[in-house]
């Protein structure tokens, strides 16, 4: 089992940075991929970034390849996600994601959630 708190979200202009942090509990933390999706009002959920269990792997949306950086610290059991030159349409709220087995851009695929994180990006 693996529960997951996101933080580091907030009211930002354009162009501005942000980072997202996810503490993860449980011992097996450095076995899971973990991953970043983001939901805006009235739109589906949507890959942002991955990274594999030991970090050596990434994967972006095309959205956001760039400008955002995810990172982890196995360490820290935490997961974080650098984001730059924020643009108002990356405002939505952003989850944290595990996945047991290697890392994957379907949400459907995903082992466990957090609740997210608001991020709001003014022009």
């Known amino acids: 089992q693996v529960q997951l708190v996101e933080s580091g979200g907030g009211l930002v202009q354009a162009g501005d940075s942000l980072r997202l942090s996810c503490a993860a509990s449980g011992r097996t933390f450095s076995k899971y991929a973990m991953h970043w999706f983001r939901q805006a009002p009235g739109k589906e959920r949507e890959f942002v970034a991955a990274i594999s269990w030991s970090g050596g792997s990434t994967n972006y949306a095309d959205s956001v390849k760039g400008r955002f950086t995810i990172s982890r610290d196995n360490a820290k059991n935490t997961v974080y996600l650098q984001m730059n030159s924020l643009k108002p349409e990356d405002a939505a709220v952003y989850y944290c994601?595990?996945?047991?087995?290697?890392?994957?851009?379907?949400?459907?695929?995903?082992?466990?959630w957090g609740h997210g994180t608001q991020v709001t990006v003014s022009s």
């Open positions: 994601a595990a996945r047991r087995v290697g890392a994957t851009t379907r949400a459907y695929e995903l082992d466990y």
